[in-house]
């Protein structure tokens, strides 16, 4: 059965550094997404991304965060100059679209921890 | 959206049938109901969703009642793999919808 795979599992970063997570949609889906789980909290959404551009970004979604989708087959979140508070999980999530129900295809997700 | 209301946690013994409610009575007529859950710390799944009709799949049953203003999302042979957080959402079908994760519905099976 087709997944949505994300790497890497786990990511360690120093406050103030870049990174970048990776994640491969489901192969036939349009549209892409992240969210972010601080620990103990809510799944929040960050951003959708449709048809090669933002569909949609939440307040948390600010200049210090973009999306990319550089290939065919990634999907990426970029995170500028780490802060503490950005320690979470970072799930991605594809949808088939307008072919669908709008049923979305979570990947298991990385964990960011901002040292 | 309409707003759903959960309750916070539930226990269900291995073996039995695990009814969650939810309840979303401002939802309007085109507007889906779907469930997701999470087990500790991975990705949210998706389970199932329905509009009126009830619905069943391999994992789960959907009774929508006729007003459509609550629901039940039924497990009917927990097992312990079945514990984790279960998310009731309304929301329109179709093309883009971001899910609005609340708080959910923390399922216990209990051996």
């Known amino acids: 059965e087709p997944e949505v795979t994300q790497t890497p599992s786990h990511q360690v970063t120093q406050m103030g550094q870049e990174v970048i997570l990776r994640c491969v949609p489901i192969s036939n889906h349009l549209y892409f997404y992240w969210y972010r789980q601080i620990l103990g909290q809510k799944v929040e959404f960050l951003v959708s991304?449709?048809?090669?551009?933002?569909?949609?970004k939440s307040e948390i979604f600010d200049d210090q965060f973009s999306v990319e989708r550089p290939d065919g087959s990634n999907f990426t979140l970029k995170i500028r100059s780490t802060k503490l508070e950005d320690s979470a999980m970072y799930f991605c999530?594809?949808?088939?679209?307008?072919?669908?129900?709008?049923?979305?295809?979570f990947g298991p997700g990385t964990r960011l921890t901002v040292l | 959206d309409a707003k759903t209301t959960q309750p916070t946690s539930m226990d269900c013994a291995e073996g039995r049938a695990a009814n969650l409610p939810c309840n979303h009575s401002?939802?309007?007529?085109?507007?889906?109901v779907y469930w997701y859950r999470q087990i500790h710390s991975q990705g949210p799944q998706y389970i199932i969703h329905?509009?009126?009709n009830n619905e069943t799949n391999e994992m789960a049953s959907l009774i929508i009642t006729e007003d459509r203003k609550s629901s039940t999302l039924i497990l009917p042979h927990a097992t312990l793999r079945d514990t984790a957080v279960y998310y009731c959402i309304v929301t329109y079908s179709g093309g883009y919808q971001k899910v609005t994760f609340g708080i959910g519905t923390k399922l216990q099976v209990i051996p």
């Open positions: 999530a594809s949808s088939e679209g307008d072919r669908g129900y709008g049923e979305q295809f």
């Open positions: 991304f449709y048809n090669n551009e933002i569909s949609e």
């Open positions: 401002t939802i309007s007529g085109n507007e889906y």
């Open positions: 329905g509009l009126k």
